[in-house]
């Protein structure tokens, strides 16, 4: 085993690692974000929950290893090798499991309300850059895990019970946190320079204060309902269903507008309807009561005066996403908004759109979009 090591100290590869060792927290950071928005999909894939799964236990694994490695636990082991890289390895599945969340969040159409909780995720997987110095602090370490874990756990949860709701949601706290601090207890027991360097109420309080601070920003709605997204959300003239596909006309905006297809100024003619078409995707067999809560702003009190909630139930499993549409005919001309929220009025999205009434209006670059 020492002549294994010493040859491994003396090899060439060593040599380059220590050579660009500044660079490898970037590598580490950028290979983790690459290697997920190369290979995810969707949540309930196989392959993604592999992934995700092999992420958050090579995690909760390699951060054990970590922890118990100033008391010598991994000498004259084959662990002694690889033991100055544990951080790293820490940081790739914390950048692995931040990007895979950004991903998946990022693929509803409107952030909106829950874009707090969007950034804070963007924010902690910047920050992972820069993390590596920092690893070695067990408060920040075990706070960043907790958060992590709280996150996978309300994407996974909801998957396997294809249910969503605020019990799910509050079991996949429960669960995460059980997990978090039996982690930190059977480290602790087992590693006497963990336990000189922390305490375990404030390490247990701040965990908790994490804890809390989740479930402030859940029942706020501030964070949306995962795993559920909203992939499409477009104000339209017209929707017609063919066979299996809807074909929805609209507006479309102006070629620079990159990030939206459809016009936000929507040219009213007398008599037609003000469509709003959705599509939500929602893992296999889930299934969804979904509100479209249609409203105006009336400029005389400043606020948003809500019209009407129309429900549709959904079915998961599609890979575009469950199509559904609402309309409205008496409409009045200024601002609108269409919030897309589950039952338990939690927010996928926000459909802007300002209604434009004015005689001899005409539609301007209309298309026809098949979903």
């Not at 963990?194 to 601070?213: D, P, S």
């Not at 067999?285 to 909630?309: P, Q």
């Amino acid at each position: 085993m020492k002549r294994s090591l010493v040859r491994y100290r003396n090899s060439k590869f060593r040599k380059v690692i220590r050579r660009y060792e500044k660079y490898a927290p970037i590598i580490f950071f950028m290979g983790g974000f690459i290697f997920d928005t190369l290979t995810l999909g969707r949540i309930d894939r196989l392959y993604d929950l592999i992934v995700l799964c092999l992420h958050m236990s090579f995690l909760t694994l390699t951060i054990y290893l970590y922890n118990l490695t100033e008391d010598g636990k991994w000498k004259n082991t084959i662990l002694e090798r690889v033991e100055e890289y544990f951080p790293l390895a820490i940081q790739f599945f914390f950048g692995g499991l931040s990007s895979a969340y950004v991903i998946y969040f990022s693929r509803s159409v409107s952030l909106s309300k829950t874009a707090a909780f969007f950034f804070i995720l963007i924010a902690m997987l910047v920050a992972n850059e820069h993390l590596k110095r920092r690893i070695s602090n067990k408060y920040l370490q075990f706070s960043v895990y907790f958060f992590l874990s709280f996150t996978f756990f309300t994407f996974m949860i909801p998957v396997f019970a294809k249910e969503m709701s605020v019990r799910i949601f509050l079991y996949s706290g429960l669960v995460s946190l059980g997990c978090t601090i039996g982690l930190i207890t059977f480290i602790y027991a087992r590693s006497a320079s963990t336990r000189h360097e922390i305490k375990l109420a404030k390490l247990l309080t701040l965990i908790l204060g994490v804890y809390a601070l989740i479930n402030a920003f859940y029942f706020l709605k501030l964070i949306p309902p995962v795993p559920l997204a909203l992939e499409e959300g477009i104000v339209a003239h017209n929707i017609k269903q063919v066979n299996n596909d809807y074909i929805v006309s609209y507006e479309a905006d102006d070629g620079f507008i990159f990030w939206r297809d459809h016009r936000l100024k929507f040219a009213f003619v007398p008599e037609e309807r003000v469509y709003v078409f959705s599509s939500i995707f929602a893992p296999t067999d889930l299934k969804e009561t979904m509100l479209h809560r249609w409203s105006w702003y009336n400029d005389s009190t400043n606020e948003w005066s809500v019209v009407e909630d129309i429900p549709f139930d959904i079915t998961g499993g599609r890979d575009g996403g469950f199509r559904g549409y609402t309309y409205k005919q008496n409409v009045k001309p200024g601002l609108w908004q269409v919030e897309v929220l589950t039952d338990d009025e939690l927010l996928l999205g926000v459909i802007d759109f300002e209604i434009i009434m004015k005689e001899n209006l005409q539609h301007i670059r209309m298309v026809d979009k098949k979903f």
